[in-house]
């Protein structure tokens, strides 16, 4: 296994592969892409230099030009995997067609090259168990935009070769993103588990009619989240008390644990939830300016990622 | 009662007490401030002068000399409280003394004025059910440090006047504040529910064995914080589906369910758990160096609700 990446493939180049592609590529490799579809794949540079073009307004790159010479666009598998170090695979998220794509995957590579698989919440072992070389694969889950969050949950098979791990979050480490390690396999990972955990509390809390959406919104957006888009919940309450986390537990683990125990009983949320929560965000936002508030996200994130380096940036130096 | 705020009274003025006259006075009232504690007393102005250069600074407050000729210190409560419109009550957050400062607020107030409470997880008819003009009494809790968060949660105790919270919901948000209502009493209000609910799942995934603290963190910092940072968890689920928050509930709730199931017998965080958490914490920052850290954060908080406003701006033309 290199201790560079030079050669990436990138397997499925929609909008996390070609994120995945940005991200290889001005990290130095160059980069193979493919899609099964046609049209995807002939249209994924296009779409990878708006990317960059962003990213360089943004001031969040240079050289893009010399980024995009690094991608090419392969027009078999077996091409695009053809000397690859490392394979990005970013394909459909069912089963069947990772299992599928893993087994094609499987058969072109040799014991050396390292797969990552985009899954959000498949693990690897429901889609490798019967691939070829199925000790070569990973998850690497990226969020969305990937070439904006940097954050990639890394998370073996059983049977994952251990030296992968490690292997891979130096790679990602060197390209810029920030690699977290998931020691074994779990419903949902870390993120989505931390997403859904508070996500049931504010559906429960909207059920019961203790606030709005809006409300429960602006809890976070305008409280809680301000510090948490530079540090992690553990961090934060670390921070929170003068002793710091011992003494944090000491003032607040009982509250917490009532808070636990209030909801040992979880429902799901059900078709009337939904509905109500949909026509309070069918309210704030129209379905057909959805579109429009994902560019407004996109931009606003780019912006805070830019500004978040700066401020990375002005501290080191 | 008034439907602007001219004269404010602050009852405690800690960091919390210190915050709030920051914001009512940048606002345009005339604010008396009081602690029983003499140097907290007579320390207070200093402290608000450095918050207020702090926030000139920064871009996020101008003519502070003007608002700082608006505060004044009060040499009794009985002075601090005389002509006001709002007190605002920021004092040691235990109910005795809470009961017993509640106690003497009443009786100093007629049935027009208001009275907040900063309590960020006592309820209201805990400490005032035999005060005098209970009626009056609201929590409007912030959030640290309380000058530069937006957020103020407003929950009415059962025997609130109901046209309170509307009140004071339109004076905060004319200071700069960012109200939301909690319809009800509850255990931790929305804010530490929803902050307790992924803290507990970060502790149970740590106690697990499923990541580090670092990581755990990284996840949020690295990822889902930099979206909640301008947008909170309904907006940004009903922007990662196609057609909206029904469509991302058809594709997720089911796995959500998973993770509430998977955690219906919460476990305590118990001493050895937090000594665990203490040692992976204090291996990344020594217990002398938390300080530090912590006016780190408040100058990057700081930063990132100057660039969060300025984008407010640029969008607003």
Not at 264 to 270: D, G, H, L, Q
Request: hydrophobic letters at 45%; aromatic letters at 6%.
């Amino acid at each position: 296994m290199r201790q560079t990446l030079r050669e990436v493939a990138i397997v499925g180049t929609g909008l996390v592969g070609c994120s995945w592609a940005v991200d290889f590529a001005l990290g130095g490799a160059n980069v193979r892409i493919f899609d099964q579809n046609e049209a995807t794949r002939t249209g994924a540079p296009a779409r990878i230099k708006t990317m960059l073009a962003d990213m360089e307004a943004a001031g969040l790159a240079d050289h893009v030009e010399d980024a995009l010479k690094r991608v090419s666009v392969a027009a078999t598998l077996a091409a695009a995997i053809d000397g690859a170090d490392y394979v990005q695979e970013s394909v459909f998220e069912r089963v069947d067609v990772k299992t599928a794509v893993a087994l094609e995957i499987g058969k072109l590579i040799n014991g050396e090259v390292v797969v990552g698989s985009s899954s959000s919440g498949i693990p690897a072992s429901s889609f490798t168990a019967g691939a070829p070389n199925r000790n070569r694969f990973v998850i690497a889950h990226p969020v969305n935009p990937p070439h904006l969050v940097p954050v990639v949950e890394l998370v073996p098979a059983p049977w994952t070769d251990p030296e992968i791990v490690p292997w891979l979050r130096a790679r990602l480490t060197e390209v810029g993103k920030v690699p977290v390690e998931v020691k074994r396999e779990i419903d949902g990972f870390i993120l989505n588990r931390l997403q859904g955990a508070l996500l049931n509390e504010a559906w429960a809390l909207f059920e019961e009619g203790y606030a709005t959406t809006a409300d429960i919104d602006a809890t976070i957006s305008q409280g809680l989240g301000l510090r948490w888009a530079f540090m992690g919940p553990f961090e934060t309450i670390d921070l929170n008390a003068p002793g710091g986390v011992s003494d944090y537990a000491d003032r607040l683990a009982p509250l917490y644990f009532r808070v636990a125990e209030q909801r040992i009983s979880p429902r799901k949320w059900s078709p009337e939830l939904v509905a109500r929560v949909t026509a309070e965000r069918r309210a704030a936002l129209p379905l057909e300016d959805l579109p429009k508030r994902s560019q407004w996200r996109d931009r606003r994130l780019v912006q805070l990622v830019a500004h978040l380096r700066r401020q990375r940036a002005q501290e080191d130096g």
